[in-house]
């Protein structure tokens, strides 16, 4: 189990190398000029050259990135070309945020996600199955983006009962994680499902069953709890995705957290901010599938890593 969570944190950290390569040359590939942006079309040659310069983009490309990966291993991110900021600085408010946000929604869907799932998965057959598989469909189908604008249309503007956009409140909270959370949840309740199902065919069930318990100790002690092997590694993938695909959420809500700084950074070419953001949602994703093995192997000692 050592050895093989050493392999996976040591093949994380290489994945994190590829990705800084790929994140400091993917926004210089984009066009346009972030100098240009700063000092208008109308500034001097001498002006850009003086900006260039003091940025430190005059340097080969090689030269920027070990610069630059200097700076990471020394705890430094580098500075804002547009605020003149340390990007930590810039970034750490916005990463909180974010981060409250995916916890709301995370535990929204997985709520959600749980129980519609057994509920489906222990009336196979019945309406409520179909149901379940109804709005399991519908949920993957309907992108978040409308089901924000449709809540954002209901309880913002005819209601007027919630705030639409900003974070000034727990209120501001809800429209957003809710919507982010409905959409994940029909993951859940899909993987909740099928893992029920199939540990309510396993003898184990049926050993359980023939002593006389309950049935409701059946599904949820027995059943239930084994099923969760496979609902955690989706609910891990979620959380990742959730602080990285919250670009497209806090955008809709205008929600001051790194998914909308992001897109901002990329429209001004701030290289700096951008590589970085890159870097830390990657980093969340990566060691989350590390810490999914972790938790592997506490839900189930049988498992074996080699």
């Known amino acids: 189990m050592l050895r093989y969570l ?18 400091f040359l993917f926004i ?6 972030p100098v240009r942006l700063m000092v208008g079309e109308d500034a001097s040659y001498e002006t850009v050259m003086n900006v260039t310069r003091k940025l430190g983009l005059d340097k080969p490309l090689i030269t920027q990135y070990g610069i630059w990966m200097k700076g990471i291993l020394q705890g430094d991110l580098g500075t804002s070309f547009r605020t003149g900021r340390p990007v930590l600085e810039e970034i750490a408010p916005r990463y909180g945020k974010t981060v409250r946000l995916a916890l709301i929604s995370i535990s929204w869907s997985v709520i959600l996600g749980m129980l519609m799932g057994v509920w489906s998965g222990t009336n196979v057959g019945k309406w409520q199955d179909y149901f379940g598989v109804t709005l399991t469909v519908a949920g993957q189908a309907v992108p978040a983006f409308w089901i924000g604008l449709l809540l954002i249309y209901v309880f913002g503007v005819r209601l007027k009962v919630l705030p639409v956009s ?9 429209l957003p994680a809710f919507t982010m959370g409905t959409s994940m949840a029909a993951t859940v309740t899909r993987f909740t499902r099928s893992s029920l199902l199939e540990s309510l065919k396993e003898d184990y069930i049926r050993t359980a069953r023939a002593k006389g318990l309950k049935e409701r100790v059946v599904i949820w002690k027995h059943g239930f709890r084994n099923s969760l092997i496979s609902v955690v590694t989706v609910i891990g993938m979620n959380f990742g995705a959730m602080l990285g695909g ?50 592997y192997a506490i839900l189930n000692p049988e498992i074996r890593f080699e």
């Open 6 to 23: 050493i392999k996976r944190i040591l093949s994380a950290f290489g994945t994190m190398l590829l990705v800084s390569v790929v994140a």
């Open 28 to 33: 210089r590939l984009i066009p346009g000029d």
């Open 166 to 174: 900003g974070a000034k409140n727990w209120k501001a909270l809800i």
């Open 246 to 295: 919250s670009v497209l959420i806090e955008e809709v809500f205008v929600y001051p957290g790194i998914g909308s700084f992001l897109v901002s950074s990329i429209g001004l070419r701030d290289y700096v901010v951008v590589q970085a953001l890159i870097l830390l949602l990657s980093a969340h994703y990566v060691f989350i599938n590390v810490f999914v093995d972790i938790v």
